[in-house]
């Protein structure tokens, strides 16, 4: 703030501008304080003054008001007289003196009926020229007016009205006259707001020079306070303010006068605060300035180190820029670009010169149509080409290019060239690498091919002929030797099928089927094909599948069954005591089914170092020439790369000599949910609800598998782990026996007999259930008073215990008043034998006896097992050495005795299966065998082999080895029945 404006002048001429001095003291906050200010005040005092002056006028009107009231009594009775009497000339003398007093504007006085006879004051009511009425009213004075009469002597005056009363200003006061108690008129006194104004325009000019003189004296005081307090405070401030310096913040705090004004002290802490913060910040960018420069120094350096690693880059990249500027015609080369062009660097390019360089002619109209199309469209372009250089030298480049546009315009054209000499070079290298790794693998495939064929080829002949063996009549040492060759066999198989395997996944030749199965019988396939050795071995093997809520599914369940039976050959055979747990779950993730398999073993475990590695190719855990067990570690990869083709993975975790436990999950599609399940039961769940089953086993992890299944469908279970334990809990519940008591083969072999019949009471009630293991089937049970209605081979399969149950709970339902001991007698010795060793014996055959078959193999020890294989089933065959042989057998065979179905090799010397096919379909063979069944029976088994044959117009496809029961599974599909 600055005390005067000569002073803002000297301030506004230091800053070089007078005229701003002048705006700054227009604009000062001062000036505008004060008037504002003043302002305030003056409307204030005018307020003030108006009040007072209107207090006055109001009081002087109530003191006139009253001096009208007082002048009744004084003249009241001089009146009443005069009008008593009718004395005017008194009345007039009377009412002169009234009026003549100051504060009387005029009067008006009535008779007793009302009529105006007397006026004084009102010009506009002259008396007329009636003389006589002058003289009756005898008044002289010149402001007395003489009442006017009619001819009748009445007077003619008439009284204001109030709107003129109100016009004029006038206010009155009228009062009776009363004479010996009658109205003989009355007497109204008028005042006016000019009397009054007359009466207080003195007392007006006394409160305006009060308020003027007050108003001068209260605003110097308010100045002097104003500059006292304020104004020097606020100077003091601002010079502080300019003396003030980030270069000189020690003096930055400043001591302010405040006078005991809060809002000065907290302007003074503001303030000082503020230039704390600003010394504070100073400090802080002069650090941030410092840094900013470090940075800056450090990113000069980073540019220029990236521009020095550009250039060398560019070198070893052999990577060069340009760049055409559009309006100016002007082309720009980089340096590396003029070397890619062996060309001097103070050579300039053209427009016209660029196309000298592009060896083809194509190329050339080529990168012009991609120029138009950038300054066009702004469209990118890269392009491969040869250029021939300065020097004569062919270089392959790749021009690359780009626009940059203004206003829809294009203006400039970069881009770069690369020298892609090298490339083109690793390029055609990689290509001639390529075409030989796939000659590479393509021989490979044709070897594997051939040495599948070569070794299925004896192996055929191997493996036929011991099954012919195994059903001659050999004693027990003789069909020793000839199940360890068939199991010798059976596993060189094996290996071969996991070589083809492994040669298809590397190849990526593998392709998955996409079939609706049952997950919970392909499972339970797969265990019970092992029950045998595991029942042999000792082991209890166990299958959970209470977690798999919905077993129809849809996926490649062949894959599945090979990695489930890679896992549990190695869960067997590294497992020598206790038990192996096949668990599968199956959990919904939107639109498809995941299912995760667990095969848990207590046998010999992994060491940890070994764990990661067990999954490559060859790998085995102990890989010494002292191993005990063997194999070729192609297992597990296998499986590995089957699962991870479904989507899934596998893994394992173990413990060594405490077991192993491998899990794999693969992803199924859902397939249509059928009301049927696979053993041709309805949804049994409401009807097992609330049954009550006793399940008698001594393992376990059985008991507990057990009770998940039957818990799952709402079934009571109750368990008891040994005989002396089930006769307790079955006496206890002799009124209310079980619905079904589920007996574990173990624990019935240990019954001793005499307690059975003394118990034979509480036996009697019950239905039974014998779990037997496989591989026992020539062993009989013998328990007195039990009574057998079922049997379930371990490991036990949920759909069957379904059935069972179902069967049981039917047949028990059917007479609901019998028990079993009234339905089926005594004691009961039950033989419980296993599958039928000789499926194909002759007596089981369904087709007539005239059935003949046209086996066409050129290799003789085939000709000799598969010979046999068809007599076994009660099958004439004839054959034919090749495909030329077997045309002539058929166009010779006899119109009474045709052949019903052809089984045809597929390599053969003279002419092969293929071409054989081929012409019988087109009927040269002769019209009746155009359409006879052909099944190929090939050692060929590789990826493809059976789409092969099917493409010649074969109906099926054999592999070798033959197995007899999938070769009598293709003869009941394609030989006509007897009843046909």
Sequence with gaps: MYRSSTQLNEKCSDLGDTSLGKTAIKHSLAIRLLRIVFSIYLLITCVITSVQMTNEYLFEKDSIRENLMAYQSIFYEGIANALWNFDFKQLNAMM???????????????????????????????????????????????????????????????????????????????????????????????????IVFNQVKYNFLTIIINAIIKTIILW??????????????????????ESTTLDNPGGAEIELQTFGAYELERFRDVFNHMTQRIVKSKYSLEKLNDELERKVEERTKETLLKQEMLEQMSQQGR????????????LHWSTMTRIIHDVDQDFIPTASSVWWFIKEEDKRALIQQCLSDCIKDGKAWSEELQIVTAKGEDVWVVITGSGI??????????????????????????????????SGAKMKSQFLATMSHEIRTPM???????????????????????????????????????????????????????????????????????????????????????????????????????????????????????????????????????????????????????????????????????????????????????????????DVSSELDRGSTFHFHVRLEKAPVTPVNAFGLNDMKDAFTAKRVLVADPYPMSREVLERQLNAWQIDVVFAPSWHVLISILSDELEAPFDVVFLDYALALSVD???????????????????????????????????????????????????????????????????????????????????????????????????????????DINRLVASGMLEKIGLQNDFAVNGDDALSVLQSSSTECPFDLILMDCQMPVMDGYEATGRIRKGEAGERYRSIPIVAMTANAMEGDRELCIHAGMDDYLTKPVDPLILLEKLLQWLPSRTS
């Design 405 to 438: 546009f203004e206003d829809g315009k294009c203006v400039r054209l970069y881009g770069s060239y690369q020298d892609i000499n090298e490339r083109i070079k690793v390029r055609h290298d990689l290509e001639e690498a390529k075409e030989l790794a796939e």
């Design 220 to 241: 110097l005081l308010f100045i002097w306070a104003f500059k006292r307090f304020l104004v020097r405070a606020l100077d003091s401030f601002i010079s502080k303010m």
């Design 319 to 330: 990577i060069g820029a340009w760049e055409w500027r559009i309006e100016e015609q002007q």
């Design 460 to 650: 055929n002949g191997v493996l036929g002929m011991l099954y012919l063996l195994k059903n001659t009549d050999l004693d027990e040492k003789q069909a020793g030797y000839a199940d360890v060759a068939t199991t010798s066999g059976e596993f060189l198989l094996g290996l071969i099928d996991d070589i083809l395997d492994l040669s298809k996944i590397e190849a990526g030749h593998i392709e998955l089927e996409h079939l609706n199965f049952n997950i919970v019988s392909v499972l339970g396939d797969i265990a019970k094909s092992f029950g045998i050795k595991t029942y042999n071995q000792g082991i209890q093997l166990i299958l959970d599948t209470s977690e798999v809520p919905n077993i129809q599914v849809c996926g490649d369940f062949g894959r599945i069954r090979q990695v489930v039976s890679n896992l549990m050959g190695n869960a067997v055979k590294f497992t020598s005591s206790g038990h192996i747990l096949i668990r599968a779950t199956l959990t919904d993730v939107g639109p498809q089914w995941q299912l995760d398999c667990y095969v848990e073993d207590t046998g010999i475990g992994i060491r940890a170092d070994k764990v990661h590695s067990i999954f490559e190719h060859f790998t085995q855990v102990d890989a010494s020439t002292t191993r005990k067990y063997g194999g070729t570690g192609l297992g597990l990869s296998i499986s590995r790369e089957l699962c991870r083709l479904m989507q899934g993975d596998i």
């Design 96 to 194: 002169d003196g009234v009026y003549k007093l100051h504060d009387i504007e005029g009067l008006y006085v009535f008779d007793g009926k009302g009529k105006l006879v007397l006026t004084r004051g009102f010009e506009n009511q002259a008396p007329s020229d009636d003389s006589a009425a002058s003289d009756r009213l005898g008044s002289t004075d010149e402001k007395a007016q003489q009442v006017p009469t009619n001819q009748h002597g009445v007077s003619s005056l008439k009284a204001l009205s109030y709107d003129q009363m109100e016009q004029r200003g006038l206010f009155s006061y009228t009062f009776p006259v009363v004479f010996y108690d009658e109205n003989i008129g009355s007497v109204t006194l008028f005042s006016s707001n000019r």
């Design 753 to 859: 007999p005499a307690s059975a019949l003394m118990y034979g009471r509480v036996l009697r009630k019950q239905a039974w259930v014998l779990m037997q293991p496989m591989g026992n089937e020539q062993d009989k049970i013998d328990i007195p008073q039990v009574n057998w209605m079922e049997r379930l081979e371990k490991p036990i399969v949920s759909e069957e215990i379904k059935r069972v149950l179902a069967d049981v709970l039917n047949k028990r339902a059917a007479d609901p008043g019998a028990s079993p001991e009234l339905t089926r007698g005594g004691g009961q010795v039950v033989e419980l034998k296993g599958r039928n060793n000789n499926p194909t014996d002759s007596h089981a055959t369904p087709w007539p006896e005239s059935t003949r078959i046209l086996l066409v193999e050129d290799n």
